[in-house]
């Protein structure tokens, strides 16, 4: 019965896996890639010149504070969200459709809607000057970070949502009553009930946020084009430019192993919790 799911493992995960770490060991430029297996073998020199020479840190710096604002922004409007539409009333159906709605449409027609939004004369420049709010360029210098940053939150919030309120959904019924009767007011539930009881999906969704969020390679590639200002290149944009558009692949294959190394931390710690909560319970 395993092996089905043993075999796409290999082939989908494994292999591409390994391929990738050697490729990153290669000399593997657009002069070698036709004969990729005979290139020169380089080692670790692709790593150093990765840390020492390109803007590996910068990018690094970039998705980190992308991924940890767009995600502590996105928590509080996604649990609101759940709890609002918790409780049985009157379109919940519809008013939990429409919130799915920015989780549903693909990256590349969110970025493109957003970008035609937000070009010099877009409705948002529009928007902020009839607030008497100067308008400055959106898709690029200081502000492009935050372009990405607000766009990715619009994105992304319905995920939060979703996981918080599959954990509403444990919570009994019964015990909202028996708050209720026995005069416990709404803010000290979610003190006591509902924050407690989603505490779990919540971390999950937070962590799974975080990684998504570095790991996004199609918001800002289409949102903001090539070249890109230096402010929106996260590790898989680096990852591209060193790729597709330098064409060194050795080098953008080492990018792309040391980024799965950093994006295994969190998952590593947040496994390494779930380990140390099973056991107390235990």
Request: some cysteine; proline content about 6%.
């Amino acid at each position: 019965m395993l092996i089905p799911g043993g075999v796409l493992l290999v082939v989908i995960i494994l292999i591409p896996l390994i391929l990738g770490i050697w490729m990153s060991l290669l000399d593997l430029s657009q002069y070698t890639i036709r004969q990729w297996l005979a290139a020169p073998f380089v080692a670790l020199e692709n790593y150093v010149v990765v840390i020492t020479q390109t803007q590996f840190f910068q990018s690094l710096g970039v998705s980190i504070g992308f991924a940890v604002i767009a995600t502590v922004c996105s928590v509080p409007i996604g649990v609101a969200a759940a709890i609002v539409t918790h409780n049985s009333f009157r379109g919940r159906a519809a008013i939990r459709s429409l919130f799915l709605v920015p989780y549903v449409i693909p990256s590349f027609v969110v970025a493109t809607i957003w970008r035609t939004i937000m070009q010099p004369g877009g409705v948002w420049t529009g928007l902020l000057a009839s607030f008497g709010m100067k308008s400055n360029l959106w898709l690029n210098g200081p502000n492009a970070f935050w372009t990405l940053v607000i766009v990715e939150i619009w994105a992304s919030w319905p995920f939060i949502y979703l996981l918080t309120l599959a954990g509403l959904q444990t919570i009994e019924h019964q015990v909202f009553e028996a708050a209720a009767i026995d005069g416990v007011t709404w803010g000290r539930q979610l003190r006591s009930i509902v924050f407690p009881n989603i505490g779990g999906p919540l971390a999950l969704a937070c962590v799974v946020s975080v990684l998504n969020h570095i790991n996004n390679f199609t918001l800002p590639y289409v949102l903001f084009g090539i070249p890109a200002p230096d402010n929106v290149q996260t590790l898989p944009f680096l990852t591209y430019i060193q790729s597709f558009t330098v064409f060194r692949f050795g080098l953008g294959a080492a990018t792309a192993v040391l980024s799965l190394v950093l994006l295994a931390i969190p998952l590593i710690v947040y496994l390494r919790m779930v380990r140390l909560d099973v056991g107390r319970e235990a």
